[in-house]
């Protein structure tokens, strides 16, 4: 089973009552200004539920977005009606970066099962496909016992430790997500007052590279092309991140469409480093 799964062959399964979980993970990228939870009561996909990504995240951390416990990832997942054995469906209101978050944390605590609709909610109602209004029905909780996958999570230590030695010889390879104005530190970051620029030995992928102009995922050819112009080839070790790991999931899981592994995402991604005591790079980079 691929990470994707298309509009069609999501519609056919909901027709035949195929039992899966369909979750609206959206949450607000930087800029951005609406109700995911009240625009999801307005229109969702059908028998969809709404997946609170700041509620998957941990509640005492001071950065956003930071991966939950293993027991509160388990108890949220478990309130959806997700058990181990569940298909998952996730998806987009807008694009595709909230459902690549929550394909990714799934993944990191040992859930396969788990596919994202590529072109996510504008795809789906351009089509003129059905959508339900109202809160999400009632389910019966399922029973989800974690796996953690402590390879696919780094964090600044980690990243420090990187940057000073398998970045640098380009033994490993970071993938930074966010535009490249940001990347160079020419455009302001949406945080107020965190400044601009890089890892350093990090190389630029906007996210939206990777997508069509429809929103969906490239094809393999497509995607493997841009990997290989970043200095990614079959093999290498790949770290992505962004401004605050969300859209670094987005790289995540265009590698594994492309037929790569998915490496690991740096958590804390620019927000923390860019905070913490350790190199920072402006310009083009890699």
Do not use: K
């Not at 609206?24 to 996909?45: M, S």
């Not at 998957?56 to 293993?70: A, R």
Request: glycine letters at 16%; aromatic letters at 6%; charged letters at 20%.
């Amino acid at each position: 089973m691929g990470p994707l799964i298309s509009t069609v062959e999501l519609d056919r399964l909901l027709a035949a009552g195929s039992g899966l979980a369909v979750l609206d993970a959206t949450t607000l990228l930087p800029g951005e200004r609406f109700d995911p939870q009240h625009a999801f009561e307005q229109a969702h996909l059908p028998g969809a539920r709404f997946l609170d990504l700041d509620a998957f995240s941990d509640p005492d951390g001071d950065l956003p977005h930071m991966v939950p416990s293993q027991g509160r990832f388990a108890r949220l997942a478990g309130a959806l009606g997700v058990s181990n054995d569940t298909e998952v469906v996730l998806y987009d209101q807008t694009g595709v970066a909230s459902a690549a978050r929550a394909w990714w944390l799934f993944g990191l605590f040992g859930h396969d099962r788990v596919r994202v609709l590529d072109g996510g909610l504008p795809c789906w109602r351009g089509e003129g496909r059905a959508l339900e209004h109202g809160a999400s029905a009632a389910v019966p909780a399922g029973r989800f016992v974690p796996s953690l996958r402590a390879r696919r999570l780094v964090g600044l230590g980690d990243m420090a430790a990187l940057s000073r030695g398998a970045l640098a010889a380009g033994a490993t390879r970071l993938l930074d997500a966010r535009s490249r104005g940001r990347f160079e530190g020419g455009v302001p970051e949406p945080r107020a007052g965190l400044p601009g620029g890089h890892i350093p030995g990090s190389a630029s992928l906007p996210y939206g590279e990777l997508l069509t102009g429809e929103g969906r995922f490239r094809s393999r050819d497509e995607l493997r092309a841009r990997f290989a112009a970043a200095g990614v080839g079959a093999g290498d070790p790949v770290v992505t991140s962004c401004g605050s790991g969300l859209t670094a999931s987005v790289l995540s899981l265009g590698l594994v469409v492309a037929g790569f592994e998915p490496g690991a995402l740096y958590d804390g991604s620019w927000t923390e480093w860019a905070q913490a005591p350790v190199p920072r790079q402006t310009g083009a980079g890699r």
